[in-house]
């Protein structure tokens, strides 16, 4: 089983209500990703999660904010998010980040629309 | 200058047709490479992976990697109209944790 299973599929927010993405993942990967997705553009990470733990944040806005309850699932709360913000949000998971060439695996994503 | 530069295309051949995909790259550094399909509107898939240089083939698909040249390729036989999507490559080092994509080409196979 390699799925990574994003929900919800589509998501519509007004810029002062709080949402959550979620995204969980069974093949036992310690690695997991968020990602933004904009129109004809390729994937731009967001965060990296190994091990639970946060290592890397590409100086994303708070008003995104990850959570890694554990090993299997990765949450992205949204809050005051801007029309701009609109996107696909995709999740991925891999093996490892210690060492190079862990092959990622994408979710499904979850398309925001921020009005 | 972009560190992997890939043409957008759009792409479009017939039916049966041998698509010809590729990306080059200025990161010595990378040692894997990864070839993603991204239907509209929905995350990309895993198509291929590969480790330095050589070839490696799965059915109508066959990733290839000159390093010394820094380009890889991807060939699709017998091409489908189910193979028409948006094909991403993607390039790793050996530090891990980050992809670095290419901008994605659109292709269209028409039946």
């Known amino acids: 089983d390699t799925e990574v299973t994003q929900t919800p599929k589509h998501l519509v927010m007004g810029m002062t209500n709080k949402k959550s993405l979620k995204c969980e993942q069974h093949?036992?990967?310690?690695?997991m990703y968020w990602y933004k997705q904009k129109a004809k553009k390729p994937p731009e990470l967001m965060f990296v999660?190994?091990?639970?733990?946060?290592?890397i944040n590409e100086s994303v806005p708070s008003r995104f904010s990850p959570e890694c309850p554990n090993s299997s699932l990765l949450n992205l709360h949204l809050h005051a998010l801007q029309p701009e913000d609109s996107a696909l949000y995709l999740c991925a998971s891999s093996q490892d980040t210690g060492q190079g060439g862990t092959e990622a695996f994408f979710g499904q994503g979850t398309r925001l629309t921020v009005v | 200058q972009k560190e992997v530069e890939q043409d957008p295309g759009p792409l479009s051949v017939p039916e049966g047709a041998i698509v010809s995909l590729n990306c080059t790259y200025s990161?010595?550094?990378?040692?894997?490479f990864m070839w993603y399909r991204q239907y509209s509107r929905k995350g990309p898939e895993l198509l291929m992976y590969t480790y330095s240089s050589g070839n490696k083939e799965d059915g109508r698909f066959t990733a290839q990697v000159d390093k010394s040249s820094k380009y890889i390729s991807l060939f699709i036989r017998d091409s489908q109209p189910s193979d028409s999507a948006t094909y991403l490559c993607a390039m790793e080092g050996t530090s891990g944790s980050r992809l670095t994509f290419g901008e994605g080409t659109q292709l269209t196979v028409n039946p």
């Open positions: 093949m036992g990967h310690r690695a």
């Open positions: 999660y190994s091990y639970e733990k946060l290592s």
């Open positions: 990161n010595s550094a990378f040692q894997y």
